[in-house]
Every structure is written in C-alpha cells, then in structure tokens.
C-alpha cells in the first residue's frame, strides 16, 4: 500500500462492525476510523459519528470534511442506496460496490439472472409480481419450495416451506399482508435445495478473486434448525467438509464467471462477495449473493485473519488485489449471537447488560456487540434483536466451542437467548 497513513470511515452499527473497527484499529497504517453511526463496542476503538448508515449524503459530507482516505461500508442497504457511486463522484476510495453491482444482494430475482447467464449452479426458480401466477406455480412444482422477498429483508425474507400451504402462506404474507415491505411486493420460488449450508468469501475487483475464507451460519432461532429465519444466530469457521481446496474450487464456479458476467455487463464488481452456497450431493448450488461480510460469518472469520485487513481493502477499492496478501491462522473460530427476548420478532429492549468484561478477560474470548446502548446511567442496554456476538478460537472446534460458551455463560440479562448448538455439526 503506498499510503503510509490513513483515515478511515467505517460505516455500521452491529457485530460486524465491531470486529471490523477492532480489526482495523490493528494496522499500523490506520491514524484515524471513524465509525457511523458505531455502537458502544465500535466507541472503544474510533470516534463514532451520529450518521445513519444509509444516510449516504451526510456519510460524503463528513468524509470529505475529515480528509478521508477509504471508506469501509459493513452493511448492505447504503451500498444498494449508491453509497460507492457517491464515493466515486466525490473521489473518495470505497471497498464496496456500486448500486448497479450491488443488485446482486438488492435483488434475488438479478442474481437467478447471471446465474443462468454465467452458468452458475443454482435452484431452478422464477421471479412473480402476481400472487395467482406464485400460487400455481407452488402447485406445479411441489414442496418442499423456497419463497424468498426479492428485495433486501436483513436476512429474514426467506421461507423454506416443508408443505405446499406453508409456501402459499408465505406468498400472502410477504405480497398481500406486506410482511416483508417494498422486498416481498415480488418474490422469487425456488426448488428445495438439501445439503450442508455453507458462506464462501473473497475480495473482488473487476474479473479478479482472492479467497478470504468460509464459514456456516446457523440462521434459525432454535437449537437444531427449528424456528424462523433469523439475521443469524452463530456461526464457525472453517466449516466441516469444506477445506482450502473446496474453497478455491467453489470461487472458481460460484465467484468469477459471475464476475465476468458483471463486467460484460458493463457493471463490474468491486468489494467483498458473500456466496451463499448448498453442499449437495451434486456438487454446491449458489443459494444467494450478498455484496459483503457477512453477520455474524465476519465476526468468527476476522478472529483468524493473520494479516493487516486495512492495505487489502485499500487494494481492493483500487482495484490492485493480486498484490496484497490475504492469510489466516489454521485455528477454528466459532461465533454465537446472544439475542433480545422476542426476536426475531418484535426485541424487549432497555435491558441492562452485565459480565461483558468477565468474558472478555477468559482466554480466547472477545465479545462484539451489536444491538447494544448507554442509558441515562451509563449502563450498557439491549437495544435490538441480536445484541451480542461471544467469539472465541481454539486448536479444534470443540476448543473453541467451549470456550465460546463459558464466554455466554459469563454474561447476562433479564431475556436473554441463544442457540446451544453452535459448531455441533462441524465436529
């Protein structure tokens, strides 16, 4: 990287980023990170600034005003916004996409599109605007079926309907009752797919790919996959049954001919790509792309990265990836969310927090927070669904499942849940 210093602005207020401000506050690149709007976790390692993510006028505003150098979008809807276009027009560097490549994430109906136009592998599926057209389609092809809102849903407008009234409940809720907002005014239904679920990531830039790193998400709220869909409750890193060598592979089938796809296109793209993917006993099927770290994935992946985060997004955002090396410790990592009472519904929040500091002083273990705030008091609150990410790594998995949760353990509030089966399958 030829800048010996830089002043960097983070933009988010959850888990991820949290372990991204605490990653980057390592480079001994960085002189300043201002994080907005930040969480009292991100306030620990840079200046939080009260702009919200999405408010891209003010993010340009700010930055231009701080001289800054890179800004490191965290989370999805200001890069669907245009966030990378306003960077670009003020001439300030952005590790993430623009609008237009970002509909890769902002549109589930866009990604079925270069899939099939790439050759991708993927569920077969079509994309309705009408609920009667969805619902005969549902009783041509069967359940179970997938009905998922088109637009962006944080993670949570995905149905996997075991019955054909389960899916056709679904259709309703996200395009007649508005479940899902403006996302589910169209959906797309998708086959089934059944195997392991696994998240492939990688820095991207133009028809360029380096491999980051994998890791499995437990979305459900409930021990052993039951429940709804949530943001995401835990996840482990590396997963079980899919190595290095998985790895490369997959980002030679999921991850660059949709690059060049995009650039044929006209769109290319830039930033990190999230491949959602299905293990099965074909070979792995592209469930979805999302155009950035993933939550709670970022948090347990982060915890192995070896080398300085800060010069590969700089690269990345200049598109100069093939220079920049990207390394990670051989260890495991596993991430369990500790939730508000009531989510993924609506979260009873105000609730004070303690034993934060207990578990970060166990070895091994760091906590990030995400859906967390100060009282009149001072004291640390519940202030969102997924409040709490307790991280930890270890030689094995059950090392680091352990150490995980004594890190739970250690912490509580009136309300609080969590999954008990984080990284089982991965032993």
């Not at 306003?86 to 990604?111: M, Q, V, W």
């Not at 800060?310 to 920049?324: E, S, V």
Request: with cysteine; charged share 20%; glycine share 12%.
């Amino acid at each position: 990287m030829r800048e010996k210093t830089m002043r960097v602005l983070l933009i988010g207020s959850g888990g991820r980023e949290h372990a991204l401000a605490a990653t980057l506050a390592r480079s001994p690149h960085l002189t300043a990170l201002f994080i907005a709007p930040g969480n009292p976790g991100t306030a620990k390692h840079g200046v939080n600034v009260a702009i919200g993510a999405e408010n891209v006028p003010a993010l340009i505003t700010f930055a231009k005003e701080q001289a800054i150098d890179l800004i490191v979008p965290g989370p999805e809807a200001p890069l669907v916004a245009g966030l990378a276009d306003a960077c670009a027009k003020a001439e300030i560097a952005c590790a993430g996409p623009t609008r237009a490549a970002a509909r890769l994430e902002g549109s589930k109906s866009f990604t079925k599109e270069i899939c099939y136009a790439a050759g991708i592998p993927t569920a077969q599926g079509e994309r309705f605007t009408s609920v009667d057209a969805a619902l005969t389609y549902i009783q041509e092809r069967g359940a179970p079926i997938v009905v998922k809102a088109d637009g962006l849903a944080a993670g949570k407008g995905v149905v996997v309907a075991q019955t054909l009234a389960e899916a056709e409940d679904a259709v309703h809720d996200m395009m007649t009752q508005g479940s899902m907002g403006d996302a589910g005014r169209s959906v797309v239904i998708e086959d089934c797919l059944v195997g392991e679920e696994v998240s492939l990531f990688a820095f991207c830039s133009g028809e360029t790919a380096t491999l980051i790193g994998a890791a499995q998400d437990h979305k459900r709220i409930g021990d052993g996959d039951t429940g709804p869909n949530t943001g995401g409750m835990g996840a482990v890193s590396p997963p079980r049954g899919f190595d290095r060598a998985a790895q490369e592979q997959a980002l030679d089938v999921m991850v660059r001919p949709m690059l060049k796809e995009m650039v044929r296109r006209g769109t290319p793209f830039r930033g990190v790509i999230f491949a959602g993917l299905m293990l099965t006993d074909a070979g792995p099927q592209l469930i979805e792309y999302n155009v950035r770290f993933g939550d709670p994935e970022a948090q347990a992946l982060l915890l192995r990265l070896t080398s300085d985060l800060l010069p590969a997004l700089k690269a990345l955002a200049d598109g100069q990836l093939d220079a920049t090396p990207i390394t990670f410790s051989d260890q495991a990592s596993i991430s369990v969310v500790m939730a508000a009472q009531g989510y993924p519904g609506k979260a009873l929040t105000g609730v004070v927090i303690s034993g934060i500091a207990d578990a970060n002083a166990l070895k091994d273990v760091t906590v990030f927070q995400a859906g967390t705030a100060k009282n009149a008091a001072g004291e640390l609150v519940v202030a969102g669904g997924r409040v709490l990410s307790v991280c930890a790594v270890g030689n094995t998995v059950q090392e680091a499942r352990d150490k995980a949760y004594a890190g739970v353990k250690a912490i509580s509030w009136d309300g609080a849940q969590w999954r008990t089966d984080i990284g089982a399958r991965a032993l």
